[in-house]
């Protein structure tokens, strides 16, 4: 859920007890600099009203956002801050953190995988990918639910430096390839885990 105090958003968690309702901001997906604002704002009893957004069901675009950031986390913990500190990185975090954002849209990103049965069960796999000559990272994701899945999230690799044309390329990629079945051309070392 998001959590809005004094113009601050902050992602939080809400614990329904049974005598207390108690809001836990989640520290790694909001801004530092907001939370510290806000609690010194509360512990100055300087709060008179505060709002929150409970979103409820299955949305694709939530369900798109939680995908890429499950494939940003993979690439964090594979290749460190090196990655997470590029600026295309950051403007995808940005639409991570934000779920009232719609741009980019997460549409072009995400593929379903149809008969991917991996030699070795991991929860993921990163896969240098070549699209285009562009370079990117292609974040293979394990679902499971009542019978397992696999999803693709396409992200940007070192090289990448600009989200439209990393975007326009993916829809480029997706109308030519949209229905057909494609064969991954692995450039590099496969990552997993």
């Known amino acids: 859920m998001v959590l809005n105090v004094l113009g601050k958003r902050m992602a939080a968690d809400l614990h329904w ?3 207390r309702k ?4 989640i520290g790694k997906a909001t801004d530092p600099k907001a939370v510290a604002h806000v609690q010194g704002r509360f512990n100055a009893d300087n709060v008179s009203e505060f709002s929150f957004t ?3 069901g299955y949305s694709p675009p939530r369900f798109h956002a939680g995908l ?3 494939a940003y986390l993979i690439l964090f913990r594979t290749f460190g801050y090196r990655y997470a500190c590029q600026p295309i990185v950051q403007q995808l975090r940005l639409r991570i953190h934000d779920p009232n954002l719609t741009e980019p849209d997460l549409g072009a990103m995400i593929v379903e995988l149809k008969d991917f049965d991996p030699s070795v069960d991991k929860s993921y796999f990163v896969l240098p990918y070549e699209i285009y000559e562009r370079q990117f990272y292609f ?3 394990r679902l499971k639910r009542k019978t397992t899945s ?3 999230v396409y992200m940007p690799a070192f090289e990448c430096d600009d989200v439209a044309t990393f975007l326009e ?3 480029r990629h997706k109308q030519v390839a949209d229905g057909k079945r494609t064969s991954v051309s692995i450039v590099g070392p ?3 885990g």
Do not use: A, K, Q, W
């Not at 108690?22 to 901001?25: G, K, L």
């Open 150 to 152: 696999h999803l693709g």
């Open 22 to 25: 108690d809001f836990y901001v």
């Open 68 to 70: 890429l950031r499950s």
């Open 17 to 19: 007890g049974e005598n």
């Open 54 to 56: 409970m979103p409820y």
């Open 139 to 141: 974040v293979i994701i």
């Open 190 to 192: 496969v990552y997993c």
């Open 169 to 171: 390329t993916l829809d």
